[in-house]
């Protein structure tokens, strides 16, 4: 590997001795991980018990949903992992990853934020081009969001007001979620993926992807993008944190940073439901048009095919490839 200039503070370790000779954090790998699931499914028991993510959800603090509250707090699980492991280990602040590095790699910051809405539109046009009669062209769905978020639903073109939605998912909606997304990303993109770095970056990324996947399970189970289907719906959650996953860990490494994978993942909640709007029923949410089904993920599942197959897709800007 070509030297580097070595930091103490925010790159990711790909460079550091340890990672070169193929030795994994175990110590600190099994607490992370240990911290991270407990907290977070310990805050799914609580979501449970308080009448769980539907509509039954009990009410608390002046008509909100415990949802609203327990929700981001197990996604902040992650963000937990890394804090109590640093501590327990005595790891410190070295290499947090959190420099923003904007100045030389704005380029993955502009990608992280309007490369998803693409992909979500590209699944969601596939998904209706497949089954063109789940498309409501009278754009009803959609409307009648509109009214209910006090935008005027019926006195705009039908595009003008998809338009408005997703200026707001792009900013406004996604600057107040980039809160609840850096609890994930500084747990997974930015202590996980560098973690398991040693294994190399292919196996690195899909083996996180899955471990992010089986941390969503108690949220899943009780109906979390799967409504219905707890079983099938646990194992398509896998498949989507991976493909996901991977796009995420790309900017955040060539990124040299986790604040593109911040974005990038606050942009696919935002923006994701949005395609439900167009929709003439109650979506097939295991084919689409989302891109938590399998339809409506293919152009995540594409791209992230490319990046696992082509050679040095997520080695640091002029650093060689760690693949293994």
């Keep these: 590997m070509e030297d580097r200039p070595s930091s103490t503070d925010t790159l990711i370790p790909v460079e550091i001795d340890d990672i070169e000779s193929g030795q994994l954090e175990w110590r600190r790998i099994g607490c992370y991980l240990v911290v991270t699931f407990g907290f977070s499914w310990l805050v799914a028991v609580v979501l449970y018990l308080t009448g769980g993510i539907g509509l039954e959800s009990q009410q608390a603090f002046s008509g909100v949903k415990y949802a609203t509250i327990l929700l981001p707090l197990y996604m902040f699980g992650p963000a937990i992992g890394v804090i109590i492991t640093r501590l327990v280990t005595g790891e410190g602040r070295d290499r947090l990853f959190v420099r923003p590095r904007l100045r030389s790699n704005w380029r993955w910051y502009l990608l992280g934020w309007l ?21 409501d062209p009278t754009f009803s769905s959609l409307e009648a969001f509109a009214r209910q978020v006090g935008l005027p639903g019926g006195s705009l073109d039908p595009l003008a007001l998809l338009g408005l939605l997703v200026v707001g998912a792009l900013t406004i909606d ?8 850096f609890g994930e990303e500084f747990g997974w993109r930015a202590y996980l993926v560098p973690k398991l770095l040693a294994l190399g970056d292919r196996r690195a990324i899909v083996l996180s992807g899955v471990i992010w996947g089986v941390w969503h399970w108690p949220l899943t189970i009780q109906g979390h993008n799967y409504p219905g289907t707890p079983i099938l719906g646990a194992v398509l959650m896998c498949y989507f944190t991976i493909v996901v996953g991977v796009f995420l860990a790309w900017i955040a490494l060539r990124g040299e940073s986790v604040w593109p994978a911040v974005i990038g993942h606050a942009v696919i909640n935002t923006t994701t439901p949005l395609v439900i709007l167009l929709d003439v029923d109650m979506p097939q949410y295991l084919i689409g048009p989302m891109i938590t089904g399998v339809v409506g993920s293919i152009p995540f599942a594409l791209l992230a095919c490319w990046l696992l197959l082509r050679d040095g897709s997520f080695a640091l800007p002029m650093s060689e490839p760690t693949q293994k």
């Design 174 to 181: 996604a600057a107040i979620t980039s809160i609840a997304t």
């Design 115 to 135: 490369g998803p809405p693409v992909l979500i539109a590209l699944g969601g046009a596939l998904y209706f081009l497949l089954m063109p009669s789940q498309f």
